[in-house]
């Protein structure tokens, strides 16, 4: 399985960006997502999970109401939409599958596979 992200780049403080990760899985949509994030120095962060099929998300408390996770299991394609970008929001962002599971969990040890990860990079 294999795990792609994009739609980083560079935005203004108050700006908002969308982070899509293909995965190339026959079972994504038997797979709880994820979306972590380091930032400069710091480990890696839980943003946020997504269920099976959907029906429940889960968020940090640092991007609730701000970031918002999606899926759709027809593309193999998890979404995360960023809004109200602050600087503490600059990192690489990634995401991250986990098989077999209706758990959302924010310890990465959990997680089976990961993308490359994606540079967001918020000036003030």
């Known amino acids: 399985a294999q795990l792609t992200e994009s739609g980083g780049g560079w935005v203004q403080a108050g700006g908002s960006l969308k982070l899509s990760c293909t995965a190339s899985?026959?079972?994504?949509?038997?797979?709880?997502m994820a979306w972590f994030r380091q930032a400069p120095g710091k480990k890696r962060a839980y943003v946020g999970a997504i269920s099976r099929g959907g029906m429940s998300t889960q968020y940090a408390d640092s991007v609730q109401g701000r970031f918002t996770i999606s899926r759709d299991d027809a593309k193999n394609t998890l979404y995360l939409q960023l809004n109200n970008l602050q600087p503490d929001d600059t990192a690489v962002y990634y995401c991250?599958?986990?098989?077999?599971?209706?758990?959302?969990?924010?310890?990465?040890?959990?997680?089976?596979?990961w993308g490359q990860g994606t540079q967001v990079t918020v000036s003030s």
């Open positions: 899985m026959r079972t994504f949509s038997d797979h709880v």
């Open positions: 991250a599958a986990r098989y077999g599971t209706y758990y959302l969990s924010g310890d990465e040890t959990n997680y089976d596979y």
